[in-house]
């Protein structure tokens, strides 16, 4: 899991750890939206039939991180 002691990049306050999930293909970071939609990017989540990655949630301002793997 992540670490929760880290400062909100937006706020400053502190995050919550939690899981961001999916379904497959997975949840992807692209620069920009394009006709492949879903495909192609960085994927940001494992798992086979569910998908997760470990994530940090701001409960002030709503920011969520996923630290790198």
Known sequence: MADSAL???VC???ME????VGRPPG??????M???GDLG???LTSGFVY??????????????VIPGR
Do not use: E
């Open 51 to 64: 998908h997760s990655a470990s994530a940090l949630r701001c409960g002030d301002c709503g920011t969520v």
């Open 27 to 32: 949840v992807k970071f692209k620069k920009q």
């Open 41 to 43: 990017g960085v994927l």
């Open 17 to 20: 750890s939690g899981v961001v």
């Open 7 to 9: 400062p909100c990049p």
């Open 34 to 36: 394009d006709v492949l």
């Open 12 to 14: 400053a306050n502190v």
